[in-house]
């Protein structure tokens, strides 16, 4: 596959809004300390759509923010994902950029409570680099307690390519308890994650109760409207103390970056009281 690159010039804007290289030691003290810095990033519609349909890869960024993305991957130690995008997109979870060495690729980490990735050894993510991959720098499967030994067949293949399951608590409504998951990545030695998505990762991210864990949003908006009956980013709803309706996520300081014909938004979540 064909590298990308991503002008120097390009990149001091972004710098803000990604984990600082090398990375500070950071305060003991700190409840921070114990997890990486957490990118969230995706490319989404006008009418803020990731998809046109569950389970329907669609491609959005253009030229310009894809290799901006790459640059993004680059920047960080692992690139996370949730099952429902292995399964529909097969993604490589690669970084392309033409300056970026093959030990220098992020480690693919792939969120799947019920173990419904079933590896066969032809996924693209297992076979990027056309080589197996090193134990401890190949892909991650995050599952709940209880779900690691139910793919042991498929797992001697996923194995051979260096992969490792990590187990997790999973909470109320099957939802993984992501302050642990993240936890337990920077206890692995993961000091950052750029997270793409789906969809339920993406708005399980934006919920009050977690949206403290996310250090900085970066969203590829592309000019485009993909229609109903897609996948949405759209958190849950927030009520103030009388029961009022009120903004369910604020980022602050917001950069506006155009990238081709697409514009880029970078933030931070900010505290809503």
Not at 201 to 217: A, C, D, G, H, K
Request: net charge neutral; with cysteine.
């Amino acid at each position: 596959m064909s590298t990308l690159t991503f002008p120097h010039s390009s990149r001091p804007p972004l710098t803000p809004y990604l984990p600082p290289s090398p990375s500070p030691s950071p305060s003991p003290s700190s409840p921070t300390s114990l997890l990486p810095h957490i990118t969230l990033t995706y490319a989404t519609s006008l009418d803020s759509t990731l998809s046109l349909s569950p389970g329907t890869q669609t491609h959005l960024s253009g030229p310009a923010s894809k290799a901006m993305t790459h640059y993004l991957r680059s920047r960080h130690s692992a690139i996370l994902i949730g099952v429902g995008t292995a399964l529909a997109d097969d993604p490589a979870l690669n970084c392309r950029l033409e300056d970026v060495g093959v030990w220098e690729q992020p480690r693919p980490v792939i969120v799947d409570p019920r173990r419904r990735w079933r590896v066969s050894g032809e996924e693209r993510v297992l076979r990027n680099g056309g080589r197996e991959r090193e134990r401890g720098r190949g892909i991650v499967v995050v599952c709940g307690k209880g779900e690691k030994s139910k793919s042991q067949g498929a797992d001697e293949v996923f194995e051979k390519f260096g992969g490792e399951v990590w187990e997790c608590e999973v909470g109320g409504e099957g939802r993984m308890e992501w302050e642990e998951i993240f936890r337990m990545i920077k206890g692995r030695g993961i000091g950052s994650v750029m997270v793409e998505g789906g969809g339920t990762v993406i708005n399980e991210l934006l919920r009050e109760e977690n949206l403290w864990l996310v250090t900085s949003v970066i969203v590829t908006l592309a000019p485009v409207y993909l229609g109903r009956g897609g996948v949405v980013v759209s958190p849950q709803e927030r009520r103030d103390g009388e029961g009022k309706r009120v903004p369910a996520v604020r980022l602050g300081d917001v950069k506006w970056l155009p990238m081709g014909e697409d514009v880029v938004m970078c933030g931070k979540p900010q505290r809503l009281d």
